[in-house]
């Protein structure tokens, strides 16, 4: 699926933090769309969160199954920093989710075909975080950042 709408959001929308892509960021992210979009199932890849071991499995560019968005959340916020990441919500129905040919890279072309996500959240360094979706739900309820 291609996104029909794609957000960025750096530092000054985590309410002026020193960096984007902090643990706690990420997880703030990740339960937004979960209100948004209730039910999906996170895959990741392409994860580099140095001091974070737990993560280290997902570093590969073929996305491995996560968890549901509470467990994603709450592995997210003990990383002080990821490096690169992408987290793809799929529909909890969708058991051999399709993902992009090639794998699924943190600097893939912005507007990249998402596969059967109907989100994907990239981390790119300590620049922002891109939120990739074709759901309306997921651009309303993230709106203009987090002030966190």
């Known amino acids: 699926m291609v996104p029909t709408w794609t957000g960025r959001f750096g530092a000054r929308e985590f309410g002026g933090s020193p960096t984007a892509c902090q643990g706690r960021q990420v997880a703030l992210v990740v339960r937004a769309v979960a209100e948004a979009v209730p039910g999906l199932v996170w895959y990741a890849s392409d994860v580099l969160a140095p001091g974070a071991p737990f993560w280290t499995r997902f ?6 199954r996560l968890g549901l968005s509470d467990e994603v959340a709450l592995e997210a916020e003990v990383v002080s920093q990821f490096e690169s990441c992408v987290l793809v919500g799929v529909p909890d129905g969708v058991t051999q989710p399709r993902f992009r040919d090639g794998g699924v890279w943190t600097e893939d072309e912005d507007g990249a075909d998402i ?4 989100v994907e959240i990239r981390a790119f360094d300590t620049n922002y975080i ?3 979706t074709s759901s309306p739900e997921v651009p309303a309820r993230l ?3 987090f002030g966190a």
């Open 115 to 118: 596969g059967d996500g109907v």
């Open 59 to 64: 570093r590969g560019s073929t996305p491995a």
């Open 130 to 132: 891109i939120v990739a």
């Open 143 to 145: 709106g203009t950042g």
